[in-house]
């Protein structure tokens, strides 16, 4: 039989005191931390999710932001303020255009085969391209269709949100515009190439963009 004593022990912690745990805990975290994990690491009977909202709301208007990168929180740099963050040497990693093109495919129709994506795209997809997106950590596997031969599909990652500072996908620009200039259809526009053969690693390496990391 429990006692006043023993029910205090597993009383949750005033609200205030566990939006200074989520605080704590996501700062000393750099990659976002997820409510379950909140859970995982706050005493018994914390409501992280609640005190997310108090502790987003404590921090509006401030030099950081807490952030929604998927499923999970992170405290980031208020987006005004980023130039301030700016390095005199700036990593830069070249994508062909191959690898944004399908990166585009896969973060817009997600998640997607790579026979669709060739489908969009009009060419083979080399496994180059994906391996790259993949090593990235940008690009990961997704579930397997139920369908013939049950292909592998692609999907978008939380590392591709973060850096792109997206709570979720739909949170890309443009997708109703592209959508209606039938850019985003599930087959290519008429007119369109059809699939030649030809393997996307024979596109022009003039055609590599820059991608900037911090």
């Known amino acids: 039989m429990t006692t006043p004593e023993n029910d205090s022990l597993f009383e949750a912690p005033p609200m205030a005191e566990q939006e200074r745990m989520v605080e704590a805990i996501l700062f000393a975290t750099a990659e976002p931390v997820s409510i379950t994990e909140l859970m995982g690491r706050m005493p018994h009977g914390c409501d992280p999710a609640e005190a997310l909202v108090h502790v987003r709301k404590r921090y509006e208007g401030r030099g950081v932001h807490l952030v929604k ?17 700016q390095k005199e040497t700036v990593e830069t990693r070249k994508l062909s255009r191959a690898a944004i093109e399908t990166l585009a495919i896969v973060a817009y129709h997600q998640p997607v085969t790579r026979a669709e994506i060739e489908e969009i795209r009009g060419v083979s997809v080399s496994r180059g391209t994906v391996d790259q997106l993949i090593e990235m950590e940008w690009v990961r596997l997704g579930r397997r269709r139920m369908t013939p031969g049950r292909p592998v599909t692609f999907v978008v990652t939380q590392v591709f949100l973060d850096h ?16 209606s200039a039938g850019l985003l259809e599930n087959r290519p526009p008429p007119g369109a190439a059809q699939l030649t053969g ?10 590599q963009v820059e991608m900037f990391e911090e």
Not at 73 to 81: E, I, P, V
Not at 168 to 179: C, F, I, M, Q, T
Not at 198 to 207: A, G, L, P, R, V
């Open 198 to 207: 030809k393997d996307d690693d024979d596109e022009d390496d003039d055609d």
């Open 164 to 179: 792109f500072g997206l709570e979720n996908a739909r949170d890309l620009p443009g997708l109703k515009e592209l959508r």
């Open 69 to 85: 990168i998927g499923d999970a929180w992170a405290f980031r740099t208020a987006a005004d303020l980023g130039f301030l963050m």
